[in-house]
């Protein structure tokens, strides 16, 4: 298994970022797949779900109406569309599969909100 994230960056309040994680070693497309945050001297914490098929998803209260997770499994890829950024979400974003009773994560990727 395999998650290597994309997309982060620095970006000025009220800005947007796509966050993308490529996917290999497993079947994508029957996996529920979630990214997750850590800020600095805090615990990492999930920011969004979403189910195999794409229909079903959750967000943490901080980030509702402002991200949006979504899926290709045709590209083994999920995305989050982060819009309306502020300071508070900077951290390192992860994507996370659990295969196999087992966690899988991606190397992370940094996000820096400021002006």
């Known amino acids: 298994v395999q998650l290597v994230e994309s997309g982060g960056g620095l970006v000025q309040p009220g800005g947007s970022l796509r966050l993308s994680c490529a996917a290999s070693?497993?079947?994508?497309?029957?996996?529920?797949m979630s990214w997750y945050r850590q800020a600095p001297g805090k615990e990492r914490e999930l920011v969004a779900t979403?189910?195999?098929?794409?229909?079903?998803?959750n967000y943490a209260d901080s980030v509702k109406g402002r991200f949006t997770i979504s899926r290709d499994n045709a590209k083994n890829t999920v995305y989050l569309q982060m819009n309306s950024l502020k300071p508070e979400d900077t951290a390192v974003y992860y994507c996370k599969v659990i295969v196999g009773s087992r966690a899988y994560w991606g190397q992370g990727t940094q996000v820096t909100v400021s002006s």
């Open positions: 070693g497993f079947t994508f497309s029957v996996y529920v």
């Open positions: 979403i189910t195999s098929g794409g229909g079903g998803r």
